[in-house]
C-alpha cells in the first residue's frame, strides 16, 4: 500500500526556516500527485502547497505564496516543503497527501496521507 512518511518539523522562531519533506513508499511516486496540508488545533485542515506528477506545474495558498516552495524529486520518492519566513500562524501539524489525478485543495480529494509532523513556530 502507499506510505507517506513526514520529517523535518520542529521548533523555530518566527522568521527562521524549515524544510519538511515526504519519504514515499509502496507504490509508483511518478504516477501521484502531491500536496501539502496543515492543521492547526481546532482548525479545519487546509491546503498548502501541491505538486503535478512531473514536477513541472505547483500550485500554493495564498496564506504562503511567496515563502514556501513545493519541489519533488522522483528518482528519491520525495516531496519537499520549503518554508521560509515562519510566522507564528505557520504554526500547525504538516500532512504529506497523495492522489492519482490531478491536485486539488481539498483534503477530502486525497486518498493517501501520512502521520503528519508538527511545526511550531515562536515568537
Known amino acids: 500500500q502507499v506510505q507517506l512518511v513526514e520529517s523535518g518539523g520542529g521548533l523555530v522562531q518566527a522568521g527562521n526556516s524549515l524544510r519538511l519533506a515526504c519519504a514515499a513508499s509502496?507504490?509508483?511516486?511518478?504516477?501521484?500527485?502531491m500536496a501539502w496540508f496543515r492543521q492547526a488545533p481546532g482548525k479545519e485542515r487546509e491546503f498548502v502547497a501541491g505538486i503535478w506528477k512531473s514536477g513541472g506545474s505547483t500550485y500554493y495558498a495564498d496564506s504562503v505564496k511567496g515563502r514556501f516552495t513545493i519541489s519533488r524529486d522522483n528518482a528519491k520518492n520525495t516531496v519537499n516543503l520549503q518554508m521560509n519566513s515562519l510566522k507564528p500562524e505557520d504554526t500547525a501539524v504538516y500532512y504529506c497527501?497523495?492522489?492519482?489525478?490531478?491536485?486539488?485543495?481539498?483534503?477530502?480529494?486525497?486518498?493517501?496521507w501520512g502521520q503528519g509532523t508538527q511545526v511550531t513556530v515562536s515568537s
Open positions: 497527501a497523495a492522489r492519482a489525478v490531478g491536485v486539488t485543495t481539498k483534503s477530502q480529494d486525497y486518498p493517501y
Open positions: 509502496g507504490y509508483s511516486f511518478s504516477t501521484y500527485n
